[in-house]
């Protein structure tokens, strides 16, 4: 039966290993190599199986050197964050790993009135069973705390990563000093009653996991408060346009024709011929009309094409959006304007004979397809997810591009993927349309 129960808790152990790892990766990536991630993982292990008891500054600090170390080296990130993994991590793992021990070995001992230092002459064998069957219990309980943390901290955790700035880690950083002081000298520093250190292990527990969901709650209601100012400025600007696009395609129009009329009887003054050709390159901008079936989106393609041309890219649209009633004007904007930012974004740092976009959308059975092409430079990639990184310097409010597109088409049940191939990036949209 002994042998049986060393059997299950070995392979808890290693269940616990796992989980933690996957728990760490999900807040700091490994580098991109098996090897390291393999060797990444063994360091992680050999931290969160790190056995703790009172005034037990070695493996205090050699848990906190060990771990230290495998994140340093192993995982990617700014030191910023590297810091912020050792001091949200390192209190909890400690302090569920005292706890375990301590009080498994308290209730063993008041149960069977057993003598401290385990032998043959002084333990029964069933003193040697209950004592193996208790500290498999624990493991299991502590396996059960960690699924339950990963559980409920699985969406916070990347979003956390992946959305503070320097200045937001160094607040985390600064909330996060206390626990991790706390839990390593009220373990060294025992107090004569040793029932003192369970609140202050289980608050650090408290904080470090606490302040993952509060730095993700901070980012995720700046995101949103952003979203929103940034939507209700595109609807009234958008109104705007649409109520002035008719006359502006008719003032156009008669413009067009007069100066071709003017051009004509103006022969060889070359005054009168300079005048004409800046009037034609000053509406310019305006012969970029896009029928697509939506005035909403008819709006969005004008602006993104003038922006195109000053900026010297060429951008080519063909879009059917009829039977699209169904989407909000809003997400319209979202999608496209997203989209078609961040293609010109990559466009301006390639040389201007470089420079293309291409959009496409139609409906193709029960669905609408959306394709978003545009160069980029050799050296970028595409993972094919949505990371939700930036170029931009401001990588808090310039963060979203991608997510926000994702957001607003699985809203509509949609999907979306991005393609890196040929030095060029493909965004690539399929929603479908309700009956």
Not at 132 to 142: D, G, M, N
Request: proline share 4%; charged share 20%.
């Amino acid at each position: 039966m002994i042998l049986f129960l060393d059997i299950v808790s070995f392979l808890i152990e290693w269940a616990y290993a796992f989980v933690f790892f996957f728990m760490l990766l999900a807040f700091l990536p490994t580098r991109k190599n098996r090897l390291i991630r393999v060797l990444a993982f063994f360091g992680c292990s050999l931290f969160s199986h790190m056995v703790i008891y009172s005034n037990d500054l070695p493996n205090l600090a050699g848990a906190l050197i060990v771990f230290t170390i495998d994140i340093l080296i192993f995982h990617k990130g700014r030191w910023m964050e590297k810091l912020t993994a050792v001091l949200v991590f390192y209190p909890p793992v400690i302090a569920v790993n005292y706890l375990m021990l301590d009080v498994s070995s308290r209730l063993f001992f008041l149960a069977t009135g057993a003598p401290g230092t385990p032998s043959s002459d002084t333990w029964t064998p069933k003193m040697y069973l209950i004592s193996t069957a208790v500290h498999t219990f624990a493991l299991l309980l502590r396996l059960l705390f960690w699924l339950l943390s990963w559980w409920f901290l699985r969406k916070y955790l990347r979003q956390t990563s992946l959305n503070l700035t320097n200045k937001m880690w160094s607040i985390v950083d600064a909330l996060m000093l206390s626990p991790f002081v706390a839990i390593f000298t009220i373990i060294y520093f025992m107090p004569e009653s040793p029932v003192i250190v369970y609140p202050i292990c289980a608050t650090s527990i408290f904080s470090g996991f606490g302040c993952i969901y509060l730095a993700s709650y901070i980012c995720n209601s700046m995101q949103t408060a952003y979203h929103a100012q940034e939507l209700e400025m595109k609807e009234a600007y958008y109104k705007e346009q649409i109520k002035n696009e008719t006359q502006v395609r008719s003032i156009y129009h008669d413009l067009k024709n007069h100066l071709l009329i003017l051009e004509a009887q103006a022969g060889n003054k070359q005054e009168v011929q300079t005048s004409i050709q800046e009037l034609q390159s000053q509406i310019q901008e305006y012969e970029f009309y896009q029928h697509t079936g939506n005035e909403f989106l008819d709006i969005i393609l004008r602006d993104k094409a003038k922006a195109a041309l000053e900026r010297q890219i060429d951008f080519s649209a063909v879009i059917s959006f009829e039977d699209t009633d169904f989407i909000d004007p809003l997400d319209i904007s979202t999608i496209f304007g997203n989209a078609l930012d961040n293609a010109m974004e990559a466009c301006a740092r390639l040389p201007k004979e470089e420079r293309l976009i291409t959009v496409k959308a139609n409906r193709i059975r029960d669905f609408l397809i959306i394709n978003v092409e545009n160069s980029t430079a050799p050296d970028s990639s595409a993972s094919g997810t949505f990371s939700g990184k930036t170029t931009k310097k401001d990588t808090f409010l310039h963060g979203f591009g991608l997510p926000n597109i994702k957001n607003a088409v699985e809203h509509y049940h949609g999907q979306c993927n991005v393609k890196f191939e040929n030095e060029t990036f493909t965004l690539k949209i399929m929603i479908p349309i309700p009956s």
